[in-house]
């Protein structure tokens, strides 16, 4: 078990457009799911801690404003990147977690969203 | 400030060979340690976790890895890699309540037939 499905696992837009990835927990409930970006050949940059029914946490240098988070249900978040430009265009990765804080579980990975920015 | 290094960015090894990749990190508070590897094409997957009790762990497919404490480090290791162990490997850290992860820069292993 703990299988987090992303997508789409790629996606192409215009400048100026708002791109929305969804992340699901398949087959757990994940209370907490995390947002990540990973630049070419660098390592996974924590973006959002996104708690379901309450707001993100950012990640300092992270704006809120351009990447919205929503944790509408214990199987659900989803990634809006607003008003999209190239800078934006990387790979965006998300986890979730079983259980709540200090249960001792480890966060499973989705196979992560290709965002290019035209 | 709180960080993962990992020593090697690429090792190349003969199938059969043992593997050895380094990780140290700077966290305050209690950590919990993982590896995850991702094979090409697919997604990060866990292949050990340390939270705490015995620094010795052992995870899927032959991986081990030892929490030494004093050294701050959580290497990972495996007796004789085969060819199906290519892949990126990452180590990661994070607080006791399981967020705030960070990770290495991560190790590309390639291993020949």
């Known amino acids: 078990g703990a299988v987090v499905s992303q997508h789409p696992s790629w996606v192409i837009c215009k400048s100026g457009t708002s791109v929305k990835i969804e992340c699901r927990s398949l087959?757990?409930?994940?209370?907490?799911m995390f947002w990540y970006r990973q630049f070419p050949k660098q390592s996974l940059m924590l973006m959002a801690t996104?708690?379901?029914?309450?707001?993100?946490?950012?990640e300092q240098g992270v704006e809120k404003d351009k990447f919205l988070i929503n944790h509408a249900s214990l199987t659900l978040s989803t990634l809006t990147v607003t008003s999209a430009h190239p800078e934006d265009s990387s790979f965006y990765i998300c986890?979730?977690?079983?259980?709540?804080?200090?249960?001792?579980?480890?966060?499973?990975f989705g196979d992560g969203t290709r965002l290019s920015i035209l | 400030a709180q960080s993962v290094s990992q020593h090697n960015h690429h090792v190349i090894l003969s199938e059969a060979a043992s593997l050895e990749l380094g990780c140290n990190y700077s966290?305050?508070?209690?950590?919990?340690l993982f590896w995850y590897v991702q094979y090409p094409g697919q997604h990060l997957q866990l292949l050990l976790k340390?939270?705490?009790?015995?620094?010795l762990v052992k995870g899927i497919k032959g991986f081990e890895a030892e929490f030494i404490k004093s050294k701050f480090s959580f290497n990972l290791r495996k007796p004789s890699v085969q060819w199906s162990d290519t892949a990126e490997y990452f180590c990661?850290?994070?607080?006791?309540?399981?967020?705030?992860?960070?990770f290495g820069k991560g190790t590309t292993l390639s291993v020949s037939s």
């Open positions: 986890s979730a977690k079983k259980g709540g804080d200090y249960s001792n579980q480890p966060q499973h």
């Open positions: 996104s708690n379901e029914g309450s707001k993100a946490t950012y």
């Open positions: 087959d757990f409930q994940a209370t907490t």
């Open positions: 340390y939270f705490s009790g015995d620094p």
């Open positions: 990661a850290a994070s607080n006791q309540a399981g967020t705030a992860l960070i």
């Open positions: 966290y305050g508070g209690t950590v919990n």
